[in-house]
Structures are given as structure tokens and as C-alpha cells.
T-cell receptor, first 114, second 115 residues
């Protein structure tokens, strides 16, 4: 029944490792997003995909690579993890990217890099 | 460039008091949308309201009300008769119509309701 789901919920890993976070939505939306929330609770968009096409790519290090196999899934792969990558990562989805549609957020994935 | 300012970092009120959370935004666009989201201690982000720039009518939903004033670029949120369950971080956000649905968030206001 979960509208936007993310796995895993918690991820603890060593510096230098590669990890992935998965996101799935069952709302029938065609646009999905990744946001990063830092330790001060500041939320910032990273990427957005519409129908599997990248439409927003903020100034994110290229160690971060989103992948959208279909419009219901948007995964985030991170290479060579650094301490500064520790944050909560939120996936979100909405209807087509016009019209100020509200975005529905997943529960978040807390990534801790040691 | 667009910006959202939530000047109140933390607010504490005693239960049943009314509280207003301030939000001031900056944008050069004439068409835009404003949002409020709630992030309770459990961590998820909950959508509360969306307003478009053409609709300055205030909105009330139960104990929640929103005051949108284009003249002062503000979109304030009032909780009436606050309850402990209202304790959360509240985010105001801005989206420009031609901005590919990018949400620009404020820094959030942490609201604590004291029983």
C-alpha cells in the first residue's frame, strides 16, 4: 500500500565503498526526484526524471548517478562514498513536470559513511 | 534565482496556544506555487498545502490556516489550539511554473508543543 517506498531505510558503510538506494512509487506518477537532507535539515534537490528522462541535474558530484529503469522506479547509485555524503536521501514523485503538482515523498534513507 | 526564508529556527509553545510560522519567498517569476510540508520526528515528509500565485485567498483546514500575501511575498502558516502531535519541523517551499517542478525549500522551523 505504500505510495513511495525506499530501500534500505538505513545504510551504514565505509568511506570509498559504492552503494545504491532504490525507490519505487505505485501512484502512477511519471516524474520522480531525489533530494538530500543534510544534518541541519536542509533539503535540496539532486535529480529529477520524467518518463525515464533526466530533467533536473543539480550541481551534484558525478559520483552520484541516478538510474530510472521505468517511470515507477528511480535508483541512486553512489560511487566512492565520502564522509560528506552522510545525509538522509528522500525520493519523491509527482504527476508530469508542469502545473505545480505536489510531490509525495518516500520515508527517506539515512546514509552514514564512516 | 529563487529563495525561501523561514527566519524562525525554533519555536516552543504551550499546548492549546496558537502559533504562526513565517515564510518569505523571492522569485522573479509571475507564476509560481507555494507549499508547506511537515516532517514529524519519525522523519517522513508530509504534504500539507499547495497554493498558486494567482490565488491569494486564505485557506483553512481544521486547526490549520494559511495566509498568502503576494504584496509582502509571504505565505504564513498558523496552527490554532496547538497539540503535542503538531510537534515537527515545518518546511515552506517554492516551485516556479517553468522550473521543471523543482522545489526550493526553506531551512525549516522546528515547532515544539509543550504539554
Amino acid at each position: 500500500d505504500t505510495a513511495v517506498s525506499q530501500t534500505p531505510k538505513y545504510l551504514v558503510t565505509q568511506m570509498g565503498n559504492d552503494k545504491s538506494i532504490k525507490c519505487e512509487q505505485n501512484l502512477g506518477h511519471d516524474t520522480m526526484y531525489w533530494y538530500k537532507q543534510d544534518s541541519k535539515k536542509f533539503l535540496k534537490i539532486m535529480f529529477s526524471y520524467n518518463n525515464k528522462e533526466l530533467i533536473i541535474n543539480e550541481t551534484v558530484p558525478n559520483r552520484f548517478s541516478p538510474k530510472s529503469p521505468d517511470k515507477a522506479h528511480l535508483n541512486l547509485h553512489i560511487n566512492s562514498l565520502e564522509l560528506g555524503d552522510s545525509a538522509v536521501y528522500f525520493c519523491a514523485s509527482s504527476h508530469s513536470p508542469r502545473g505545480g503538482n505536489e510531490q509525495f515523498f518516500g520515508p527517506g534513507t539515512r546514509l552514514t559513511v564512516l | 534565482a529563487q529563495k525561501v526564508t523561514q527566519a524562525q529556527t525554533e519555536i516552543s509553545v504551550v499546548e492549546k496556544e496558537d502559533v504562526t510560522l513565517d515564510c518569505v519567498y523571492e522569485t522573479r517569476d509571475t507564476t509560481y506555487y507555494l507549499f508547506w510540508y511537515k516532517q514529524p520526528p519519525s522523519g517522513e515528509l508530509v504534504f500539507l498545502i499547495r497554493r498558486n500565485s494567482f490565488d491569494e485567498q486564505n485557506e483553512i483546514s481544521g486547526r490549520y490556516s494559511w495566509n498568502f500575501q503576494k504584496s509582502t511575498s509571504s505565505f504564513n502558516f498558523t496552527i490554532t489550539a496547538s497539540q503535542v502531535v503538531d510537534s515537527a519541523v515545518y518546511f515552506c517551499a517554492l516551485m516556479n511554473y517553468f522550473g521543471n517542478e523543482k522545489l526550493t525549500f526553506g531551512t525549516g522551523t522546528r515547532l515544539t508543543i509543550i504539554p
